[in-house]
């Protein structure tokens, strides 16, 4: 046939867009022209694939062969579409093909071979939303392609594009893919960390209810000990929660192992925080991050400016680069937690202090009001423990307790009619409407209301901490008890820095 279709994706953010490939030869100069707003990566398929077309004794048209990507108007990049482009030339260059319906993705060598890509599981999930049910990729990609293949789609492994050319004209079959069943994750327990039960007990309030927390204290107390098992806290992510995290693993080139703890260095820059670079913008630290845990330790040695970008995130759980040609939009929903020394000198006591007074009150000024607003709870790490202390909770014990506080409060949401994923999400208005809590204890808030020692917003953060304080405990509705523990980590840091 002159001419002939198939499917293939080209990647834009942390998803994956369809992109179709239309191929017709006919007459006019000889040579392989390709169209599309495809990048440097894109055009020099041609002579890859001709290259490659000769080496596997496929022949290759000697007229002129004209290859449209469509949408014509979205940017392309990278060589996930060269499967697709060459066997839509083969296709056009002879009979039996029918692949119209069926996306190819990988990458062809120059002796025909088909070699991994990245973003192949996002490519997978665009084609399940397209109800797709055939796939083609390469055999390194075949494990994270099977993870999140629907029953619907069929996804088939090939080697080389002679195997896959022949198995168009239905004369071999390729092999399925399959997943290969995922090893639970082991994480650090917290009966490691020694002492420091607010603490623990902070992280467990956190893993519950969403929050976002930071820990202060000195050296060695244990900040960054907690933080490396508070993911261990967390709940078993949901499959399309899984399916989003595989396909962020998969463009980022990481392995998936459940949800994710991302611990970027404190000279973290604005664009590997968030995301960018030229070209195709890669995820940053915080889509790297979602649907888990992101860590900065060392939070007064980050640029303000790094800082503030995380407020946008925060909010929106999201990440929109623009770009001239158009947006990239990356998901951004994770929880961060923060760990920072006093002081400089790290003492614990201002009496021990080093530092000059000036110093010691200018320290953290690099964290801004409103992302401390954002942060929900504030803990203070005690300087003294003792190597016999051994009791406390397991993290798995703390992971069951926070797990049975999260249902309670879905049940809760559902009884509502509320969309709400846990309570660190629930919107202000249902919040103060619908979710006040004893009397008493709106009293008490109303009270440090009134006279500015709480902000409207702080008295939102309180009664969204006091609820998963009361759901820990299986409580019907927070009481004046658990308000005021909620108080107690809602302290400002100027307080916590004294």
Aim: glycine share 8%; with cysteine; net charge positive.
């Amino acid at each position: 046939m002159a001419l002939a279709k198939t499917l293939s994706a080209a990647l834009s953010g942390a998803h994956a867009n369809l992109v179709r490939v239309e191929v017709n030869i006919g007459p006019g100069l000889p040579g392989t022209y390709i169209v599309g707003l495809g990048d440097a990566a894109v055009g020099e398929a041609r002579d890859r694939l001709k290259t490659a077309a000769m080496n596997a004794q496929l022949g290759w048209p000697k007229t002129k062969v004209m290859v449209n990507l469509s949408p014509a108007s979205m940017p392309k990049h990278g060589t996930m579409m060269d499967l697709g482009i060459c066997m839509a030339i083969l296709a056009a260059s002879a009979e039996g093909f029918d692949i119209e319906h069926v996306l190819f993705l990988g990458e062809v060598g120059l002796d025909g071979r088909i070699t991994g890509v990245r973003g192949v599981a996002a490519g997978i999930l665009a084609a399940a939303d397209a109800k797709i049910q055939i796939a083609v990729v390469p055999k390194a990609n075949a494990e994270e392609a099977a993870s999140v293949a629907p029953e619907h789609l069929t996804v088939l492994i090939a080697e080389d594009i002679a195997q896959v050319a022949a198995w168009c004209q239905a004369s071999v079959s390729l092999e399925q893919a399959k997943a290969r069943p995922r090893q639970p994750k082991r994480h650090l327990n917290m009966l490691d960390v020694v002492g420091q039960q607010q603490a623990k007990r902070a992280a467990m309030i956190a893993a519950a209810g969403g929050h976002h927390f930071m820990m202060i204290g000195p050296p060695g107390s244990g900040k960054s000990m907690i933080a490396r098992r508070f993911a261990g806290l967390l709940p078993a992510l949901a499959p399309q929660q899984e399916r989003e995290c595989r396909a962020i693993c998969s463009i980022t080139g990481e392995e998936f192992s459940g949800p994710p703890f991302v611990a970027p260095h404190h000279s973290v820059s604005k664009a590997s925080l968030l995301g960018g670079g030229p070209g195709l913008p890669q995820p940053g630290a915080v889509t790297k991050a979602h649907r888990g845990v992101l860590f900065l330790d060392e939070v007064s040695e980050i640029a303000a400016g790094v800082l503030d970008a995380l407020r946008v995130p925060l909010d929106r759980g999201k990440v929109e680069l623009l770009r001239a040609n158009g947006s990239v939009v990356f998901p951004a929903q994770f929880q961060l937690v923060l760990a920072a020394n006093p002081c400089r000198c790290g003492a614990a006591e201002a009496r021990d202090c080093a530092c000059k007074p000036q110093h010691r009150a200018r320290y953290l000024q690099n964290l801004s009001g409103p992302l401390r607003d954002r942060l929900d709870m504030v803990v203070r790490t005690q300087p003294k423990g003792s190597l016999r202390e051994l009791h406390g909770m397991s993290s798995e014990e703390m992971a069951q307790a926070a797990a049975r506080a999260r249902m309670r409060a879905q049940q809760r949401f559902a009884s509502m009619g509320m969309h709400a994923t846990n309570n660190a999400r629930v919107p202000a208005g249902r919040l103060r409407k619908d979710l006040q809590a004893a009397p008493d204890a709106m009293a008490l808030l109303e009270s440090y209301l009134a006279v500015g020692a709480l902000s409207q917003r702080a008295v939102d953060r309180t009664l969204r901490l006091a609820w998963t304080i009361a759901d820990l405990e299986a409580a019907a509705t927070p009481t004046i008890e658990h308000v005021a523990e909620a108080l107690e980590y809602n302290a400002t840091m100027q307080e916590l820095m004294a």
